[in-house]
């Protein structure tokens, strides 16, 4: 059995919708369906969960969201419509979006979760009836009724180990199941979505759950390519993945799948499979537990802005039993999460996105590092990007760091820092912001011209 999840772009139009509808009926397998909130339908187009945002936030603040509630009730009518359905199903999407619209507003986050949930909801319920107007035999299924519950946390929701069971008997249903991604339920009843992009973790704990052979994830592009084809023009396609070198990649940058997606299908080894709505015959990318034909070391290359880092030095630091538990502590309880820690003898540099170290939390915890652990040095360097090279082959290949510190040099550019993770299936280069792009390319022509 496979499950296919549809992103955003596919459920745009009447005219993207019925593609989806032929390509999951064009296999029997295709069974469960996860489908995201209607997209853009071009560049400057606005996405429903953003509509539905702005609907919160004017709910919230002005009291009155009217105008911005018709627009998405607009949005829904005018793909109905277009698809011949009856206004019935026009009438249930306007209710269900006024229910929400006129819901409890003493939680603002619980408000405008429910809210950003409508957008996938509803689009599955249409999904579902407009399958049903042309013969077959599909169902509308909510999270709630199936069980997906998830943490509480909204906005950043993660799902709950009971929900794999709950979601087993999706299976068992013999017609098409349509299920809306994003959002799943707390334990107590409560609305709560995935972080942006959620849709994609919807289809793979779906995968986990009911044991599919495979897990499809259609998108608007042919493949995964090995580099942002924004900044590389016509950069070479990835035909075949691997789970760690997919995570690495999206970790930095590449957003063709939401950075947590991977975890549920990773522990059961399923294998997933991007594809283009649009070109649906496409062989598009695969991503599997391993890779046997690795003829190159390097797959990807990827970068992404928004870094800073907390450098420490102090004097017979590797003697100190403790200070990294200590250093760590400070973080913990002032809530920053960490992404690397490479270390000297006697310093080590903290890595942070710079969306969690805001300038206010940097004066107190510099203070509390310098008082608590009586460091002799520290600074911070904010506005840094980190460019990785990614690929299973760099593990038994010599002289990756080389050539890639050669390619960056003849560039000009300067290393704030270099990592090589324990795994070895990726490197870091720790470089300002501005010079991300050029070094990007650099690195691509190093190791794919
Ligand atoms: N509609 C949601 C978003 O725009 C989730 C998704 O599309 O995956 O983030």
């Not at 339908?41 to 945002?53: A, E, G, P």
């Not at 409508?118 to 599909?138: C, F, H, P, Q, R």
């Not at 950043?156 to 008997?169: D, F, H, R, T, W």
Request: aromatic residues 8%; negative net charge; proline residues 4%.
């Amino acid at each position: 059995m496979i499950v296919a999840k549809f992103g955003g772009t596919s459920l745009a139009s009447a005219h993207q919708i019925k593609k989806v509808c032929d390509i999951i009926t064009s296999d029997p397998e295709r069974r469960i369906v996860v489908v995201s909130a209607p997209g853009k339908r071009s560049r400057d187009d606005i996405k429903v969960t953003d509509m539905l945002i702005a609907c919160a936030q004017a709910g919230l603040e002005k009291g009155n969201a009217d105008d911005e509630m018709n627009a998405v009730v607009e949005r829904y009518a005018g793909i109905a419509s277009d698809l011949g359905l009856s206004g019935d199903i026009v009438e249930i999407i306007a209710d269900d979006i006024r229910t929400r619209v006129n819901g409890d507003k003493s939680n603002k986050e619980k408000y405008t979760d429910n809210l950003k949930a409508a957008g996938e909801d509803n689009s599955a319920k249409l999904v579902a009836a407009y399958l049903k107007s042309i013969g077959y035999d599909a169902r509308y299924v909510n999270p709630k009724d199936a069980g997906l519950i998830l943490s509480d946390e909204f906005g950043n929701a993660q799902v709950l180990p009971q929900s794999y069971e709950n979601l087993k008997s999706l299976s068992d249903y013999p017609g098409i199941t349509i299920f809306p991604g994003f959002f799943g339920y707390s334990l107590s009843g409560e609305v709560v979505t995935f972080p942006r992009g959620g849709s994609d973790i919807t289809g793979s704990i779906l995968a986990a759950a009911v044991n599919a052979d495979l897990y499809e994830n259609f998108t608007d592009v042919d493949n995964v390519y090995s580099a942002n084809p924004n900044l590389i023009d016509n950069p070479r396609p990835i035909i075949e993945l691997t789970y760690r070198e997919m995570r690495e990649l999206s970790y930095a940058g590449f957003s063709v799948l939401q950075e947590e997606t991977l975890i549920p299908v990773f522990k059961k080894g399923i294998p997933v499979r991007i594809k283009n709505t649009n070109n649906p015959s496409a062989p598009g990318t695969t991503i599997v537990k391993e890779r046997h034909n690795i003829t190159e070391p390097v797959v990807g290359i990827a970068g992404d802005a928004g870094f800073c880092f907390i450098y420490l030095s102090k004097y017979l630091m590797n003697r100190e039993i403790g200070f990294g538990r200590r250093l760590l502590q400070i973080l913990e309880e002032e809530h920053i999460p960490f992404e690397h820690m490479p270390s000297g003898i006697d310093n080590i540099t903290i890595i942070l996105k710079q969306a969690h170290f805001t300038e206010q939390k940097e004066k107190r915890i510099v203070e509390r590092i310098v008082k608590e652990l009586e460091v002799d040095d520290i600074s911070v360097q904010r506005n840094l990007a980190l460019v990785m090279i990614v690929g299973e082959g760099m593990r038994n290949t010599v002289g990756i760091t080389s050539r890639a510190s050669g390619a960056l040099a003849r560039e000009n550019i300067n290393l704030d820092m270099i990592s090589q993770g324990p795994s070895e299936v990726s490197m870091i280069f720790g470089i300002k912001d501005y010079e991300k792009d050029r070094a990007i390319r650099a690195l691509y022509n190093e190791f794919f011209k």
